[in-house]
């Protein structure tokens, strides 16, 4: 760039500005302690249940699918903002203290928006689901994940989650006999 471009007016100094920087990668952020009535959270829990329906042929059936029980200190609901500048959330995840326990933890929605994924967004949200968690006093974590979703499947293998029995919801009734759901567990501490 020459130096007659910053003789230009400011105008056109902004778009230099922002031109040079288009392609420098900005932080994304995970903001926790959200509520299932956020509409944010809301519009996030929409798309994943249409990519369900796409995947399974039907939404899922877990009550706490909508999140009313992830409230702090029993639970939390995070979002990923892939960039501090716009007010857009690019991913969603949840937890909550498995009943019966007094330090298990169930990881609900993890979720990354289609147009956002590919760079590594749902291992940010994975490190913060964990970190909540912990916080909390939890010291396992476990989850429920369809067996179509493999890229969620390596995820949580290379973060060291391993097979574990079903849990809750999923271990009575007709759901106790799904053949599309991995049950995976990791010690936290």
Known sequence: MSIDAFKKPA???EDIAVDMLKDVPVPA???GGLTHDDPTVQHLLELLQAEYVGLYGLTDPDPSADLHTAVQPEGDILLLFPNVLKAEAAGI?????????E???VMHR???HFA???HDYSKALLASVESSA??????RMVLETG???????NLYRGARYEDTEPFGFYATGAAADWTTSLFMGKDLV
């Not at 995840?93 to 326990?101: N, Y």
């Not at 912990?134 to 010291?139: C, H, I, L, T, V």
Request: aromatic share 8%; glycine share 8%; net charge positive.
């Open 147 to 153: 067996t179509a979703q493999t890229v969620a499947i």
């Open 116 to 118: 956002h994924r590919g």
């Open 11 to 13: 105008r056109d100094l």
């Open 110 to 112: 993890m979720y990354v």
């Open 93 to 101: 995840v949840a937890w909550t203290r498995l009943e019966g326990t």
């Open 29 to 31: 952020f995970v903001v």
């Open 134 to 139: 912990r916080r909390a006093g939890m010291r």
């Open 103 to 105: 330090d298990v933890a």
